[in-house]
């Protein structure tokens, strides 16, 4: 938890307070709950009416624990809190609410004077030190193009590593690409027989594309394919030479692919791996599931029996001796484990995989009760499923099998081509438009899978991906260059030691408390692995800037930002400062980049 000093002003003394009113319950049921600070602290919320307080205190739940109604607990409480010492706020209570209001300077000199020391590290804290966390995102397949089905993964997941590092977890980063599987068998197949021999060694992801769609065709006629690429796929599981050296050209073929597109869009990882770097380590797995006598037999195969919990069963190993994805994923699980002591490993992958990952915790735990080993020494329940919805796209289904596929690509192409010709428009001769226009195009892409909560699904729709009105990537990035040609046109000096009474306005206010609050946007997505926190409340923060910047005073003129008054030009130019800080900021969270001009 961000701490934030009225809250926590606000959690101590209602602390105290519930201890003196309920001093029986308190006397019964211990510093818990209510009692609790930090259980209060964690219960604050913003007030649905924001003229009725700063943050808000809800004790519906409280009524049946106190043995009071709800308004009663409420007003008994503020009157507690306001008949002791004054400091930095007040309460007032209404109908099971008690409503906290702050002292406007007090917070408007804190958080200024925090976000020009601190700049861009703004928000950043510790609270993640000393705990590691591993992000998995992205994973596309080898020997496949990179598809717009995996922008969400690759665009959450870089987001969030963004995230916890800013938080100051250690945070690794994985790409795991899927570099292994029967598809290879198809792809060895498909190559040997009608690989064009003009191209050999100068193949692009898009040839072993059409090489793979014209194996599923051949294939509905000729049933005898997909046998053969059982058969060399086995071969290449058992380290047949041909058949690896065509592997590694396909893999390589693919990550220099997937690398220039991650350097377009500026995606990171910190490790690069994949499913073949398992391919020795599944033997132990194996050896460890039959130690724990949780193996049995099933047709010829190897498998884990989920009967009891509702689960298709682990299969480790085919009757034909192949592994599969879940070995691969739980041998990934045991290797990340010990090489890396995590504390938490996430996985960013779509919904439609939930059923996998309930198998692959559902197992590592069973294989822990098993070992017996102790709670603390656990790592089954350090793994987390970050799924998230799938894109749709109209009525149409993508399916790779077929070619049906929109390369990533061709869409961040297009969008920046739009946003060049709505640059041209507007700004004709603005310094470095293709750079320029490329930031914004993927601006718009980045906040289109982040514009919803990760669990809904989002229809690919041109229009809406390119979208620049409204809430979108654009208008933020918009705002920002229109906040930063504010800054070069002033020519004073920035300082944060100023009258913060002259900022008295209702923007004003605004704009200071969403500054504070951007520090629990941050913890907040962290929380639940939602960047949409973060690009809510950066769309929140830009209209009540823009509001701000708009307004006009009583004759009908815009009320100038820079004015002759420059005193209240000095606080009003700190607060666009504070605004672009936390803009920028906030959009690098995001991965978006946030262009001074545009
Ligand atoms: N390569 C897989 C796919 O594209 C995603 C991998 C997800 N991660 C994992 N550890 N299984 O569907």
Redesign the pocket.
């Known amino acids: 938890m961000l701490e934030n000093k009225f809250k926590s002003e606000f959690a101590l003394k209602a602390s105290e307070a519930f201890k003196t009113v309920y001093a029986d319950k308190y006397k019964e049921i211990g510093d818990e709950q209510v009692f609790n600070s930090s259980f209060i602290l964690d219960n604050i919320e913003k007030p649905k009416d924001s003229t009725k307080g700063r943050f808000a205190f809800p004790v519906f739940r409280h009524g049946k624990l106190l043995g009071d109604n709800p308004p009663s607990i409420a007003s008994k409480i503020t009157e507690a809190i306001n008949s002791s010492d004054k400091n930095l706020i007040s309460v007032s209570s209404i109908a099971g609410f008690i409503n906290i209001q702050t002292d406007f300077n007090v917070e408007a000199a804190e958080t200024i004077s925090d976000v020009i020391k601190n700049d861009s590290n703004y928000g950043s804290s510790d609270i993640g030190n000393g705990k590691k966390i591993l992000v998995?995102y992205s994973?596309?397949?080898i020997a496949k193009p990179f598809g717009v089905g995996?922008i969400r993964t690759t665009i959450l997941g870089n987001s969030l590593r963004r995230i916890f590092l800013k938080l100051g977890y250690d945070t690794i980063g994985i790409n795991?690409l899927?570099d292994w599987g029967t598809q290879f068998g198809k792809m060895i197949v498909a190559y040997k027989k009608w690989a064009d021999p003009t191209l050999i060694d100068k193949e692009t992801v898009s040839d072993l594309l059409a090489l793979y769609v014209r194996f599923h065709e051949e294939a509905e006629e000729n049933k005898s394919l997909e046998d053969e690429a059982r058969d060399e796929f086995k071969k290449l599981e058992s380290g047949d030479s041909e058949n690896n050296a065509l592997w590694e050209k396909f893999r390589k073929i693919s990550i220099d692919e997937f690398s220039r597109v991650y350097d377009i869009m500026g995606i990171e990882f910190d490790w690069i791996t994949g499913e073949a770097f398992l391919n020795d380590k599944m033997e132990s797995t194996i050896d460890a599931f039959e130690k724990a006598n949780l193996v049995s037999e099933s047709d010829g195969a190897t498998i884990v029996d989920l009967q009891d919990e509702q689960l298709p069963p682990v299969l480790l190993k085919k009757a034909d001796g192949a592994t599969l994805?879940l070995t691969r994923?739980l041998s990934?699980y045991l290797y990340r484990a010990d090489k890396y002591k995590f504390d938490e490993m996430l996985?960013v992958?779509a919904v439609n995989?939930s059923v996998h990952f309930q198998q692959m915790f559902k197992a590592l735990t069973m294989l822990e009760d098993a070992q017996s080993v102790p709670d603390d020494k656990r790592i089954s329940t350090k793994g987390k499923h970050v799924d998230f919805g799938m894109i749709k796209f109209g009525d149409k289904m993508m399916s790779t099998r077929k070619g049906h596929i929109i390369f990533l690509e061709d869409v961040i192409k297009e969008a920046a081509k739009l946003a060049k010709e709505k640059i041209e428009e507007k700004t004709p001769d603005l310094e470095n438009i293709d750079e320029i226009a490329l930031q914004i195009g993927l601006g718009a892409i980045f906040y289109s899978q982040m514009s919803v909560r990760r669990q809904k699904d989002v229809n690919f729709r041109w229009e809406e991906v390119l979208s620049f009105e409204g809430e979108t990537g654009p208008y933020l990035q918009y705002t920002h260059a229109r906040l930063s040609s504010l800054m070069r046109n002033y020519k004073g000096t920035i300082d944060a030691d100023i009258d913060f009474s002259l900022l008295d306005c209702p923007e004003e206010k605004r704009i200071v408390e969403l500054v504070t609050d951007f520090k629990q946007a941050i913890a907040d997505a962290a929380r639940v692995y939602e960047p949409n926190m973060i690009a809510n409340h950066l769309i929140e923060l830009a209209a009540a800037f823009n509001k701000f910047y708009q307004r006009k005073d009583t004759e009908g003129r815009i009320d100038k930002i820079i004015s002759d008054n420059t005193e209240l030009t000095k606080a009003r130019i700190v607060l666009v400062k504070a605004v672009q800080v936390v803009i920028k900021e906030g959009l690098y969270l995001l991965g978006i980049k946030a262009p001074e001009a545009m």
């Open positions: 998995e994973s596309p397949n995996h795991y899927g994805y994923d990934g996985y992958v995989q």
